[in-house]
């Protein structure tokens, strides 16, 4: 289980940027597993991954044709499939060969087959000492490093490492995460009616987190009750960050804050200047717990999720805190009062462009944009350069 660190003060109101940091900021690293390589896609390399062989591990073949000894004519003496070997060759003696085959001793080219002719057997044709011949070691000596920790292992990085000799690689823990949804007007299924809308969090927050780098325990819905929310609390389990939707402002049933309370939690951060998402917390519980409480408007709640919970999974998989891009507004924008604004957008080569429908309880926007436009507070001319705060994906 993940511990936040012990400061005692709360960041009321936090700027965007300063939240971002002391989400980056509270929480250490996870220890390392090692994985299969072939089950280690997407996950952070936890150490430095370097060739536990030379690459290649042995000079080959990069042609199907003859490996000859010296200049021809040649007498073919044999031949060399892929994965066999054999005794090395003399001066003026070739071996049929497949690509792949380890060249075998006192090899000096590899003629293609379509190049070369045997007549009276005797193979006949042209070739330069090191012709078609992959060299050990060509492309990397064995120590070398291949990646650097915190890299993301791509698909190509899996290959690599298999390539490199490895059976399993070192990467972060994936940080373990159980959701809570709360409001007693949510629906798990079919079409919002009567003041009861249907839950479109529970569906998407795991997808997200798994963008980001966790691994989802549970998600479950809680009804809007003191007791039923510290109950929901304590019983998630050994889990390195609990998530919650809703609850967060002052209204009748926002139960997160007393929940908190009641469980002698602490608050790290207790909301931030920024629209959508203000209302956003950060907070240690007394069962050493991380909880972060996102608002119920559901794309506030993405925005939220990206600026306190995007750096904290970062410092828990023991990744700097990301360095935004900047990239050009493609027009003016207005951002409110004190706050910084998160405006959705579809970046392109010309800069970003606002989508439409950006309400904080609006999703056709978030499913249109690749990322939110991180408008300063007064608000930016067109051509402006602003930081890019990408949408996982
Ligand atoms: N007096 C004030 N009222 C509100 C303020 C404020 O500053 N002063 N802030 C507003 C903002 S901004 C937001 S965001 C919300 C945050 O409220 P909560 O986190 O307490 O969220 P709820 O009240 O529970 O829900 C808000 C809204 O979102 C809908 N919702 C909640 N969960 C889901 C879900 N899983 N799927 C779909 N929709 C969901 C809920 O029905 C409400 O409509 O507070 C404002 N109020
Ligand atoms: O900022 Mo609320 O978080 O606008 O929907």
Redesign the pocket.
Known sequence: MTTLDTRSTTLVGADWASARTVAHGCLPPLAAEHVSVGHAHRRVLASDLVAATALPAFTSSAMDGWAVSGPGPWTVTGTLLAGGSAGPLAPGEAVVIATGAQAPGGATAVLRSEDGVVVDGRLEGHVRDGDHLRLAGEEAHRGELMAPAGVVLTAGHLGLAAAAGYDVVPVVRRPTVAVL???D??LDHGVSARGR??????PQLPAWLDLLGCSIRSVARVPDSLAALVEALISVGDVDLVVT???????PV?LLHRAIEALAGRLVVDSVAV?????MLLARLAHRVALLG?????Q?AVAALLTLGAPLVDALLGRPLAVLDQVRSREALAAPGRATRLVLARRGDAGAIAVAHQG??MLRGLAEADGYLVVPTGGCAADDRLAWLPLPR
């Open positions: 949804v709360l409001g007007e949510l809308v249907r839950d479109s969090l529970g939707t809703g609850g967060t402002a002052a209204g926002d629209r959508p998402g203000h209302p996102l608002p119920g408007n559901p506030a904080s309880a």
